[in-house]
């Protein structure tokens, strides 16, 4: 945020300050509140008139007391760390596949308009004029009033004009059922909103967890590559000394550019899951993306697991991919019902009103009009007879879509009872493993101490080192593992019974 002019002005005379301001001041507190010394500056500056008189060294006190707290608000907003809560809800908002579905759903609803419409009327109207040339016509004589007159022209014009109205009377229960048919499609589009936010959910959830390990998993990496460069350079003082064979010492230097590549390596990972979530969030042109950190204590990742049969009863009866399905069958039932109905007559009523007017006739335009005006009113039965089979076809066919709906709920059932079966046994699973990696990663730790300290005088080998850090850095990754992993599948089995996501 800046307070630039596009005018040059001198800057000294009489100039109104709320124009060069405004914008700052506007700008300004709507994030933060004055100081107490940036209003004392102003109001030095502004007099009864709102006219100024100012220097340079004026406009740079103003500025600056200003642009301090403005450029401290900039920096804060480029810092600003991404709760999961706050990412979520970000991309409720702005993800492209979300809005896409939400467009289908006024899609759908134009749908249930128009097939409501279908139950008035239809009225149209029509015309039709057209002009003729016959160059070799033959004169006409007319009698009218007993006096003979000769006419001959050569071109000629006629036109018609004509109202038309339709409507259906019956057609079987057709348009009835094709309207609760069309609120069906526009409830699973909905429905179907839900899936793709709740996908989307999942999806954001997943990647915040394995950024959150990954962060840890870089710290790790680098108090490993702190404490191989401390044990390389005690060792470069022991060859020095003559207590350790160089080529020990190139061991601990190929172990020290070992840990910088897997230090590089789980930044990288960092960065590539960063920005897998930042196109989920849909946000571009942001460098300085960073997450806040959580600090899962053990009574987070240790609480109990919810039963997944409870789980599974629960989301059943919400889910939408189950609601969804089971509008599907009510759906694929109306049209059984509607390709019955070809099997029935259908009434029609017809009503039309046209006239007509032509040149050559002593007639005016309006009498014309007038006098050829004709009216019809007219009911039309249709009854099937022999269709090729046609309907019958069409009832096979919305009877085999039914079957067809109802294995794809079974599907759909299955499949949930299958993801959330995973979520329990991954995180009963990854619960008993982070006990144990804590205990071990305490055993682990004591280990090493004690192997750096013997090693540091010369007791154990360089070998033995190498070994204790390599189970060390082993049994630290189990322990990140094994706690987000808990922490991952025990939110979505809560999010699978209806509450909101929450680390």
Known sequence: MYCTSHHRTRLTGRLPFFYIFSNCLTTYMRNRQLTKSSLYSMKKLINQNNMITFTRQSIKTALLSLSLPLISFSVYAQTQQWTLKQCLDYAMEHNISLQQSKITELQNELTVLQSKAALFPSLSFSTNQNTSWRPYSQSTINLTNGTMTTTQSTVNYNGSYGLNASMTVWNGGRNTKNIKQNKLTQEMSELNTEKTANSIQEQITQLYVQILYQTEAVEVNKEILKAAEQQRDRAKEMVAVGSLARVDLMQLEAQVSQDQYNVVNAKSQLENYKFQLKQLLELTGTDNFEIASTQASDQQVLVPIPDK?????????????IRSSQVNIESSELAVKIAKAGYLPQVNLNASAGTSNASGMHNSFGNQIKT????????????????????????????????????????????????????????????????????????????????????????????????????????????????????????????????????
């Open 372 to 503: 050829n005006l004709s009216n019809s009113l007219g009911v039309s039965i249709s009854v099937p007879i022999f269709d090729q089979q046609q309907n019958r076809t069409n009832v096979q066919k919305a009877k085999l879509t039914r079957l067809s709906s109802e294995l794809q709920l079974q599907d759909a059932e299955k499949t949930l009872y299958s993801t959330i079966e995973n979520y329990w046994l991954n995180a009963t699973t990854s619960q008993q493993q982070y006990v144990y990696a804590k205990t071990n990663v305490e055993s682990m730790s004591a280990s090493y101490d004690l192997v750096s300290e013997q090693f540091r005088l010369g007791l154990k080998n360089i070998i033995e080192l190498t070994t204790g850090k390599t189970n060390l850095m082993q049994a630290e990754q189990q322990l990140l593992q094994s706690k987000y992993n808990t922490l991952y599948n025990i939110a979505m089995l809560r999010f699978y019974q209806g509450e909101t996501i929450a680390l």
């Open 309 to 321: 049969r409870s789980v599974y009863a629960t989301a059943r009866q919400q889910r939408p991919e």
